[in-house]
């Protein structure tokens, strides 16, 4: 099957710096690429669509310029969280659908990037 | 917009037992649907999926689910689970916008079977 993989799988930042996690698809390629967050015992929230080639979309709620996104190629998708809180402590993963994002193709998802902020 | 509930947030069983974990979403229009499986220190993966046809899907690992459009339910089964089968358990569904299909979870349920 199709695989997406995350870097890093962990990482510890100290309060006010910025981190970037890195998602690729190793396989195939994806034009759309999504990030979630997901809370501890919680569900995983839909964050944003990444778009190669245009600017992200995200969903309500979620700060644009403190989750930045950029698709810059088929295969890559990064997500910076600037300026970084404690309480942006969280499991970032993110996935790939193999195909075009719509209808029925089936989303491959990365192992996920544990974020402590201190 | 489309919402996922799962009523079981965390279920125990002794291996052999039958196992059903409750699956409603919320939404007018057509769906796709979906159980993933998380299991401990790994990526999601996909379970089953349900886009038409069949209303009971079969999918990995003995693991089934029925589509009741009438009751908005997705509810997945397995008539006797193993002790391998311990994860989180998430139903997702997708409204296709006709950019991109975004996936809703639900929170998700942790199954833990005991030997």
């Known amino acids: 099957g199709a695989v997406v993989s995350q870097h890093p799988s962990r990482v510890i930042c100290k309060s006010g710096t910025s981190v970037k996690i890195e998602c690729r698809s190793l396989?195939?390629?994806?034009?759309?690429m999504f990030w979630y967050r997901q809370f501890p015992k919680k569900s995983l929230m839909l964050m944003a669509t990444?778009?190669?080639?245009?600017?992200?979309?995200?969903e309500q709620g979620v700060e644009k310029d403190k989750f930045l996104i950029n698709h810059a190629s088929l295969t890559l998708s990064t997500l910076t969280v600037t300026s970084a809180h404690p309480e942006d402590s969280s499991f970032y993963i993110c996935?790939?659908?193999?195909?075009?994002?719509?209808?029925?193709?089936?989303?491959?998802f990365g192992p996920g990037t544990r974020l402590t902020v201190t | 917009a489309q919402s996922v509930s799962q009523h079981n947030h965390h279920v125990i069983l002794s291996e052999a037992a039958s196992l059903e974990l409750g699956c409603n979403y919320s939404?007018?229009?057509?769906?796709?649907l979906f159980w993933y499986v998380q299991y401990p220190g790994q990526h999601l993966q996909l379970l089953l999926k349900y886009f038409s046809g069949d209303p009971l899907v079969k999918g990995i690992k003995g693991f089934e689910a029925e589509f009741i459009k009438s009751k908005f339910s997705f509810n997945l089964r397995k008539p006797s689970v193993q002790w391998s089968d311990t994860a989180e358990y998430f139903c997702?569904?997708?409204?296709?916008?006709?950019?991109?299909?975004?996936?809703?979870f639900g929170t998700g349920t942790r199954l833990q079977v005991t030997l």
């Open positions: 990444s778009n190669e080639g245009s600017k992200a979309t995200y």
């Open positions: 396989d195939f390629q994806a034009t759309t």
């Open positions: 996935s790939a659908p193999l195909g075009l994002a719509g209808g029925d193709n089936e989303q491959y």
């Open positions: 997702a569904v997708t409204a296709f916008t006709g950019t991109a299909s975004k996936l809703t």
């Open positions: 939404y007018g229009g057509t769906v796709n």
